[in-house]
């Protein structure tokens, strides 16, 4: 059994910073990619940031110089540092991980339970 849980999210003003942090648990292998998606009201999940285990990140056009991806594979967590917010980065965050559970197993996607962040004043 896997597990992501999330921590972090807030109501925060326009300009201002957060950081979310996601830790994996559980039966897990190894993880490939651990990232970060959201989605607003009425809107699809969209991908924010995603960092591979080989040490690659991948952001949003939206996001990119504002927010900064890091993982830590020794306690299998990943933070998004999120910096001069803005109103349309309101959403729930939620956590993404491909883990492998098994040596020469089949890598899966397993997700968090979202956390919300409001950019409001």
Known sequence: QVKLVESGGGLVQPGGS????CTASGNIFSIYTMGWYRQAPGMQRELVAAATSGGST???DSVRGRFTIARDDATMTVYLGMKSLKPEDTAVYYCNARI???LNGPASDYWGQGTQVTVSS
Do not use: K
């Open 18 to 21: 957060l950081r979310l942090s």
């Open 100 to 102: 492998i559970r098994w």
């Open 58 to 60: 991948n952001y949003a």
